[in-house]
């Protein structure tokens, strides 16, 4: 893989509490523990499409996405791709 695309949910004003985040980045497990991937190329935070990280192609078996949350808000996924 080279690359995480990831959709967030955001609420009309008034209707939720869905927001976009506040910042978020991947974590791929090594061997016995989780690290960030090498040579990430940003992690967009778009309303209305994918939120798109790009990095060295690799090859792990597990992922994990952290997430900070705006104060206040919740975050949902709609889709998740992994490239």
């Known amino acids: 893989m080279s ?3 990831v959709y967030w949910a955001e609420d009309e004003p008034g209707r939720g ?3 976009l985040p506040e910042s978020w ?3 791929i497990w090594e061997g ?8 990430v190329n940003g992690y967009e935070i778009r309303k209305g499409g994918f939120s798109r990280a790009a990095f ?3 090859e792990t078996s597990r992922l ?3 997430v900070e949350l705006r104060e206040g808000s919740e ?6 791709r992994v490239r």
């Open 75 to 80: 975050a949902a996924i709609l889709e998740w």
């Open 25 to 27: 980045h991947l974590l």
């Open 3 to 5: 690359a995480v695309e």
């Open 32 to 39: 016995q523990g989780w690290r960030v991937p090498r040579d």
């Open 17 to 19: 509490a869905c927001r």
């Open 56 to 58: 060295a192609p690799l």
């Open 64 to 66: 994990r996405l952290v």
